[in-house]
């Protein structure tokens, strides 16, 4: 019971909802009160909805599905389409949910094409300067394991390079195209990067993918030269 009491009152917000509904449908600079004060406020119970729905996500996607939900509500209130008639932490809770199951369905989607997209990057490697740890690969039966591996390098950069290999890797075995990186990012994040940006954080990240790569004994170090 002492839990239940101690969970309420964390979630119980410092700020009138209802102020933050009239700022939302404000100007712009109101609307920008507005969600400063959902940050400052609001944001815990946000991630702990978040939490409820996504318990698998790690602490990095976690903070991502929030900033999903906060660019949501910024472009329903510039839309002219949130209702400051309906009660605020019940909206803010179903996008909370709806973006954490979205998240989480596009992480099954991801491991269910493993198998196809394992075979694809094989055969695009095949006669390429990484063809060998490829077959190294092949030898162990051990490419689901390089691929945790690759996603595990990946989870731990910082969020541009994160974001720039996720979409090259959902894309592969497509060549790089930077322009089409840059519009799909702005697309998810609406933060429109330079195609010198995106592919200076690219340059870093296929880096340190390599540097584990070679650490588990998947590639030879003058490969990192590439």
Known sequence: M????????????KVDPEEISILLIGNQEEQNQAIFLINKHLHKSILYKIRQTGLSLSSEELLDVYQEVILNVLEAARGKRYDADQPLLPFLFTLAQRRAVDRIRKMHTRR???????????????DTSVGE??????????????????RRAISRMPRRQ????????ERFPEE?????????????????????MVKGAWREARKKIRGVLIDEGYMEKNELAE
Do not use: F, H
């Open 2 to 13: 002492e839990s239940d009491k101690s969970t309420t009152e964390e979630a119980k917000p």
């Open 112 to 126: 269910e094409n493993e198998s196809e997209l394992l075979d694809e990057i094989a055969e695009a490697l095949k």
């Open 133 to 150: 740890a490829w077959q190294i690969v092949a030898k162990k039966d051990d490419g689901r394991r390089m691929q945790e591996l690759m």
């Open 162 to 169: 994160r974001q720039v290999a996720e979409v090259i890797i």
């Open 176 to 196: 790089p195209v930077y322009q089409k990186i840059c519009d799909e990012i702005y697309e998810k994040t609406r933060e429109r990067l330079a195609v010198v």
